[in-house]
């Protein structure tokens, strides 16, 4: 009988940048947030899936608001290519680095926005967030960005 191709079954979920004492706190609009490291380079999954959640806006975003998503590599076991000096610490992002975007709707309700089979390299990388909604992520919700990674298996 021959073999089939299926998708890695429930694979986990895994929080990787918060607002309550995280990334996410106090993100303004045009600001950038960083993620916890993605251990992709031992993982060696080939495929991921994101999830925004927003928790209540101070006030309602501008309408065609968004969220960038960017995803960042560390090729050499070391630095990230941020088209700065490696570190993360001040992000230089451009389209080479973009993997999607989070629209959100112009309301101040909570808001869930996935990213759906972003092919992935299997090598470490940070995921930046960059606010785009005219408004700041308020520092006391429960906003977060999640990540699933998988990959396809031989059954």
């Known amino acids: 009988m021959a073999n089939k191709i299926l998708w890695d079954a429930n694979p986990s979920a895994d929080v990787i940048m918060a607002a309550v ?3 996410l706190r106090d993100l303004v609009d045009d600001g950038i947030a960083v993620s916890d490291e993605v251990t992709n380079g031992t993982d060696l ?12 806006f101070a006030a309602a975003p501008d309408s065609g608001a968004y969220f960038e998503a960017h995803i960042v590599y560390q090729l050499d076991g070391t630095n990230y290519a941020d088209g700065e000096d490696g570190d993360l610490a001040e992000p230089n992002l451009s389209a080479a680095t973009e993997v ?3 629209p959100i709707v112009a309301s101040d309700v909570d808001q869930r926005v996935q990213i759906v089979g972003i092919p992935i390299e299997p090598f ?11 408004q700041a992520i308020p520092d006391t919700d429960n906003s977060k960005l999640t990540i699933w990674t998988y990959a396809a298996e031989v059954q």
């Not at 999954?45 to 209540?56: C, I, K, P, W």
């Not at 470490?124 to 005219?134: M, W």
Request: negative net charge.
């Open 21 to 23: 004492g995280g990334a």
């Open 45 to 56: 999954n080939t495929m991921a899936s994101l999830e925004l959640y927003v928790h209540d």
């Open 100 to 102: 999607g975007v989070f």
């Open 124 to 134: 470490d990388f940070k995921v930046c967030v960059i606010n785009r909604s005219g």
